[in-house]
């Protein structure tokens, strides 16, 4: 959110989980009201018009919801040709063997790790769907160390759900999970 005053940016901040006026209090305090507008949106009912943004940006999220096949085709014709789409979400450095995790996160892992994949899987969707070009789709360099740091503040403020995450990334130490990117510019 503080880049859209760095960048003389409008943004529009969809979220499922939080609630407009908790989004809305914070950025009243860091002075950014007029640059960002906070909404509460489902992922596949979003309420925007075919091509209004220039870039789409999804952090720690898409992973839960850009597994369907068709959801790339739906989330883009938001782009204007050219515009952006931009994903960081928690993964695997390569797809797992087998139908169980690794013995060392057996005991943390949750079925909704099971939405985590590898960069080379996101990108094949992208480029077999056709309506962009694919830019970029890697793992962050040691995207896990700063994913443990967050997450550590996270369960440090009270969250409480962010303890299951940070019994696993501190038993995995970034041997088999990472931080994946993917960016795509629509055709």
């Given at each position: ?49 075919d091509g ?70 996101r990108r ?62 629509a055709k």
């Amino acid at each position: 959110m503080h880049r859209a005053k760095g960048f003389g940016v409008r943004v529009t901040a969809a979220d499922h989980w939080i609630k407009p006026a908790e989004n809305w209090a914070r950025l009243q305090a860091a002075s950014l009201a007029d640059a960002v507008m906070p909404m509460h949106a489902e992922a596949h009912a979003l309420p925007f018009a075919d091509g209004c943004f220039d870039a789409i940006v999804s952090v720690d999220a898409y992973h839960y919801f850009g597994t369907d096949d068709l959801y790339l085709a739906y989330v883009t014709r938001l782009l204007r040709p050219g515009g952006r789409l931009g994903i960081v979400v928690p993964d695997l450095e390569a797809e797992l063997e087998g139908s169980a995790p690794p013995e060392h996160l057996r005991a943390h892992w949750d079925r909704d790790f099971n939405t985590f994949h590898s960069p080379a899987w996101r990108r094949r969707p992208w480029e077999r769907g056709g309506g962009v070009e694919v830019e970029a789709a890697d793992a962050v360099p040691d995207g896990w160390e700063d994913s443990l740091r967050w997450i550590e503040a996270c369960v440090a403020d009270g969250v409480v759900r962010a303890r299951g995450d940070l019994d696993l990334l501190k038993a995995d130490r970034g041997r088999t999970l990472c931080v994946a990117r993917a960016v795509a510019r629509a055709k």
